[in-house]
């Protein structure tokens, strides 16, 4: 059983320009959940996802940041316009359909750098 | 709003020794408590889960203990090598079950 995936694994954008990240959970898995880590700073929570359905999106920016989770394909963490201080890890995590409380499993990450 | 504290933020010792992590919470109402492993550029490994109702886990040589009453937390490693130097994460499940991270503590084991 595969891990969860994160592509890409690392991302450089020029100020101004889109990124979007994408989230493969765990085979099974119906919860995803979206982290930011930023420079010398703790992880800290932004989105959480099931199929379809966006249920917390509380840590998430108000502007510039959306993220979905279809019915078939990965979760897509889309940042829009970017600038300087989005540069960060983001991490994707997953968790099984049974329990939103059980372990959360999270993926490689994607390393952001906007220029 | 769940709080989460790291102490130390850093910690350097020699191999073989046995050492404590420490996590406190502000809000006892919690589902389950992680501790994670992060190494430098990659992402985090899950090492042990306390779920509300127990008091401790083990794995290997690692046992992580939880007091709700208290609001605290310990990981404590054994006869510590070099290969367990990397950051601690402690995080906390509350309802809605978003993650709270504490900021970590970073370990380093000298051989």
């Known amino acids: 059983n595969a891990g969860v995936m994160q592509n890409p694994r690392h991302l450089v954008r020029r100020r101004g320009q889109e990124a979007r990240l994408r989230c493969s959970p765990m085979?099974?898995?119906?919860?995803v959940y979206w982290y930011r880590q930023l420079p010398e700073e703790g992880l800290k929570f932004m989105v959480y996802l099931q199929k379809e359905n966006i249920i917390d999106e509380s840590g998430m920016p108000k502007e510039r940041f959306s993220a979905e989770f279809p019915k078939e394909g990965p979760s897509i963490l889309r940042i829009q316009q970017v600038v300087r201080g989005d540069s960060a890890a983001y991490f994707c995590a997953s968790s099984p359909v049974t329990s939103g409380v059980d372990t959360q499993y999270f993926g490689p990450g994607t390393r952001l750098t906007v220029l | 709003k769940q709080e989460v504290t790291q102490i130390p933020a850093a910690l350097s010792v020699p191999e073989g020794e046995n050492l404590v992590l420490n996590c406190s919470f502000t809000d006892s109402a919690i589902y389950n408590l992680q501790w994670f492993r992060q190494d430098p550029g990659k992402g985090l490994t899950s090492l042990l889960l306390?779920?509300?109702?127990?008091r401790e886990q083990t794995s290997g040589r690692l046992n992580a203990s939880l007091d709700k009453s208290s609001g605290r937390s310990t990981l404590y490693i054994a006869a510590s090598q070099p290969g367990d130097s990397a950051t601690y994460l402690c995080?906390?499940?509350?309802?809605?079950?978003?993650?709270?991270f504490g900021g970590g503590t970073r370990l380093m084991v000298k051989p």
């Open positions: 085979k099974g898995h119906s919860h």
């Open positions: 995080a906390l499940n509350n309802a809605g079950n978003m993650l709270t």
């Open positions: 306390i779920q509300s109702s127990q």
